[in-house]
């Protein structure tokens, strides 16, 4: 029940910040932390209450993977890809067509704001990402019936740390940045919230892509075998 409830709810974080308002948003952001939660103490009951199915193994994964899907499609589309967000300066955020949460201009994106510059969300880190993901799923599945498990390793277990800290992050971004608009906070205060805010969504989102990276290697490193003998077929 709680892993089909997760299936069931990544769909309506997705859509939250798109209904345009700052509850939505922290809205979305309040959802994601109570399917983090969830994620966890499902695993732990069922270990603890001997119900670790087939099922089970199949819908979990399946759950975590809708929920990165989910959460990446408005992160991509409120973020901006980075090649419109060159007008902005992180001293003097005067939107042309885009706007800005820290001096409350018209707006339709929210990139990460930093004191030394302002970053995007280009389509090639989620194609990172998500490539991975996949290819990682498909990997499994293939080693899964050549008698091999593939157990996760701590890199992969950081980078999912960091991927979950990048995705709320932003989130909470959303719903902070649109409250700033909506009620023209425009001081110093919300200023340094925002460049903080948008110092730990690069710091997670780096960290996040750099793991992903440095996982797969491991885990193409460790299983070259079975590597070889796909690429031999």
Do not use: C
Request: proline share 5%; glycine share 10%; charged share 10%.
């Amino acid at each position: 029940m709680l892993t089909a409830s997760r299936i069931v709810a990544a769909p309506v974080v997705a859509w939250l910040p798109f209904i345009g308002t700052w509850q939505a948003r922290l809205g979305a952001f309040v959802l994601f932390v109570a399917i983090a939660i969830t994620d966890y103490y499902d695993g732990k009951l069922a270990r603890e209450s001997g119900q670790v199915t087939d099922l089970g193994k199949l819908l979990d994964p399946l759950a975590d993977k809708l929920l990165v899907v989910a959460t990446f499609v408005p992160m991509f589309v409120l973020v901006g890809s980075g090649s419109s967000l060159s007008i902005f300066s992180p001293y003097d955020t005067s939107p042309v067509t885009i706007m800005s949460p820290v001096d409350g201009a018209p707006q339709t994106h929210f990139p990460y704001l930093t004191p030394f510059a302002v970053f995007g969300l280009p389509w090639w880190i989620l194609a990172i990402v998500l490539g991975r993901e996949v290819a990682m799923t498909i990997f499994r599945e293939y080693a899964k019936r050549r008698g091999v498990l593939i157990e996760a390793i701590g890199s992969a277990k950081w980078k999912t740390g960091l991927q979950l800290t990048w995705v709320g992050a932003s989130l909470f971004w959303f719903g902070a940045g649109t409250a700033a608009v909506d009620y023209g906070w425009n001081t110093p205060l919300w200023s340094a919230a925002a460049y903080f805010m948008g110092l730990v969504n690069v710091l997670a989102m780096t960290g996040a892509v750099g793991l992903t990276l440095w996982s797969l290697w491991i885990y193409a490193r460790q299983h070259r075998r079975l590597i070889a003998g796909i690429v031999s077929a």
